[in-house]
C-alpha cells in the first residue's frame, strides 16, 4: 500500500477517523442550537429550528401545515380576521344594489354587514331577506362559501385538537460519569403523562462542524450507541447510558475539546402511545455547557413510611457529586494530539 494512502494513527497506535480533526472544527465558532423553545433554550417541549432558511420556496399547500402548527392564539386570529374580511365583502357587494335587500335602510353597511353575518351563519332570523335577483345570486354566493369556510375550519380544529402530542420531560444536564468502572454519558427522560408508551425507542445523535480531507467544513451526524435504546414500557423514568469506549465518537476527548468542537447532542424518543393509539415523538438537544463531568444523578424513586413506591419528579433535575476524579480526565487512555494542545491552553 501506498504510504500517502495510510490512514492516519494516533499517538497509541490506533488509526484516526478521517474528518475529525477537532483543533480545526473549533475554528468556525460555536453554532446556536438547532432546535430552541420559545425561551430561545435548547431543546424543550414545542422546540422549533432556532435558525432561519433562505431561497426556500414556499408552496401553497404548505397552508395546511402552517395553520396545525402555528399557535392557538395565531390560529384564531387568522380565523377571526378571514371571517370579518369575508363579511366586509360580502356587505359591499350588498350596497352595490342599495335596495336588495328588504327592511335595510338603503346605502347603510351596517345593515348589509349584518345580514351578511347571518347569511354566512345560516341564520335567517326573518327581519332581512334578499328581494332581487343579484341579491340572490350574492346570498347564494356567501352561502357556499360560509358552509365551505366552516367545513374547512372545523376539521383544521379538529386536527390539531387530535393530533397526538408528547410530554416527555429529559433532564436539564446530561451527565458524563464513570457507571459501573467505564465513563459514560447518560441523561434521563420521564413520561409526564399518566399512561404509558409503549414500545418507546430512542436515538442520540452528536453533530458538529469537521473538516474534511479536501479541507472543507462539514456538518456531521454520528449516532452514539447506547446501552438499551428500546424499552418496551416506557411509564416513568428512563436513564439512557453510552458507554465511551473505543467505538464512540467521544471517545479520547476531553472536557474542552468537547466544548471547542461547538457539537451538539440531538436525542429523539418516539413510541406508541397507548391513549392514543398513535406513534408520538419528542426531541432535545444538549449543548456543550449542558454536559457536567463527574455528577450523578439524584434518585427519584424512594418508599415513604407506609412501604409505598414513591417517585419525586421534583428530584428530576438534581444532581449529586460523584467519585472525584483528580485531574481533569479525557475520555479513554487515547488522547490525540489535538486534544493535547487544547488541554494545555
Not at 46 to 53: C, E, K
Not at 135 to 145: D, K, R, Y
Not at 214 to 222: A, I, L, N, P, V
Amino acid at each position: 500500500m501506498d504510504r500517502k494512502n495510510k490512514p492516519a494513527k494516533s499517538a497509541k497506535g490506533r488509526p484516526k477517523r478521517p474528518g475529525l480533526s477537532h483543533a480545526t472544527a473549533g475554528r468556525f465558532g460555536r453554532l446556536p442550537p438547532i432546535f430552541t423553545d420559545k425561551q430561545g433554550r435548547p431543546g424543550g417541549r414545542g422546540a422549533q429550528q432556532a435558525f432561519r432558511i433562505k431561497g426556500r420556496h414556499r408552496s401553497p399547500r404548505d397552508i395546511y401545515h402552517w395553520l396545525l402548527t402555528t399557535s392557538w392564539a395565531v390560529f384564531a386570529a387568522i380565523g377571526l380576521g378571514v371571517y370579518l374580511l369575508a363579511n366586509t365583502v360580502f356587505a359591499l357587494l350588498y350596497l352595490a344594489d342599495p335596495h336588495g335587500i328588504a327592511n335595510a335602510r338603503p346605502g347603510d353597511f351596517s345593515d348589509a354587514f349584518f345580514f351578511s353575518v347571518q347569511t354566512i351563519g345560516t341564520i335567517g332570523y326573518g327581519m332581512l331577506y334578499p328581494k332581487n335577483l343579484y341579491a340572490n345570486v350574492v346570498m347564494t354566493a356567501e352561502n357556499f362559501f360560509g358552509l365551505s369556510f366552516i367545513a374547512v375550519a372545523t376539521g383544521v380544529i379538529f386536527a390539531r385538537v387530535s393530533r397526538p402530542t408528547a410530554r416527555v420531560m429529559f433532564s436539564k444536564n446530561a451527565l458524563i460519569v464513570r457507571h459501573d468502572g467505564e465513563m459514560t454519558l447518560m441523561f434521563r427522560a420521564a413520561n409526564e403523562r399518566a399512561n404509558r408508551v409503549l414500545e418507546a425507542e430512542v436515538t442520540v445523535s452528536i453533530t458538529r462542524d469537521l473538516m474534511t480531507r479536501e479541507g472543507k467544513s462539514m456538518r456531521r451526524f454520528e449516532q452514539l450507541n447506547l446501552v438499551r435504546s428500546r424499552s418496551p414500557l416506557f411509564a416513568l423514568t428512563w436513564t439512557i447510558l453510552h458507554v465511551i469506549d473505543e467505538t464512540s465518537p467521544l471517545y479520547g476527548m476531553t472536557e474542552k475539546a468537547l466544548s471547542r468542537t461547538a457539537g451538539q447532542l440531538l436525542v429523539v424518543l418516539s413510541g406508541m402511545d397507548e391513549t392514543f393509539a398513535q406513534r408520538i415523538h419528542a426531541r432535545h438537544s444538549y449543548m456543550p455547557e449542558d454536559i457536567v463531568w463527574n455528577r450523578h444523578f439524584a434518585d427519584v424513586i424512594f418508599e415513604d413510611e407506609a412501604g409505598g413506591r414513591v417517585v419525586d419528579y421534583g428530584r428530576f433535575h438534581d444532581l449529586e457529586d460523584g467519585p472525584e476524579p483528580g485531574e481533569e480526565a479525557a475520555l479513554g487512555p487515547d488522547v490525540t494530539p489535538e486534544d493535547q494542545s487544547l488541554k494545555a491552553e
